[in-house]
């Protein structure tokens, strides 16, 4: 695993917990849906950054419902990967809360 990759994840992920409602709004105009997205390679990282790849999308998703609708299309695939998968069991409720819209899915607790 590439460090510097996982210093910007925790570092994005950081930033999405603490941060004011101004500056989380610049860290996605800046792109950091698609980018976190590309991150969640689950065959290739350890769990706990994938753990925390989906800790800050399903904040996201919470957030804003237009962030939501674009963390849903970049996931689908993800989800598809990993569904049938009984290595990534823990991970597949928290794929699926990102995958469907907020008004469609069950409450579900998005931290890790």
């Not at 698609?34 to 998703?61: F, H, S, Y």
């Not at 957030?63 to 597949?92: A, C, F, H, K």
Request: net charge negative.
């Amino acid at each position: 695993m590439n460090r510097l990759v996982t210093e910007a994840v925790w570092t994005i992920s950081n930033a999405l917990k603490t941060g004011s409602k101004e500056q989380i709004e610049s860290i996605v105009e800046l792109g950091c849906i698609p980018a976190l997205c590309r991150t969640l390679d689950i065959d290739k990282q350890p769990m706990k950054l994938v753990q925390v790849i989906l800790e800050a999308l399903g904040n996201l998703k919470l957030m804003n419902d237009t962030w939501g609708q674009q963390i849903r299309m970049l996931t689908v695939d993800t989800l598809e990967r990993v569904q049938s998968d009984p290595n990534y069991t823990s991970l597949t409720d928290h794929l699926y809360f990102l995958a469907e819209p907020l008004d469609e899915c069950d409450w579900i607790d998005v931290s890790l």
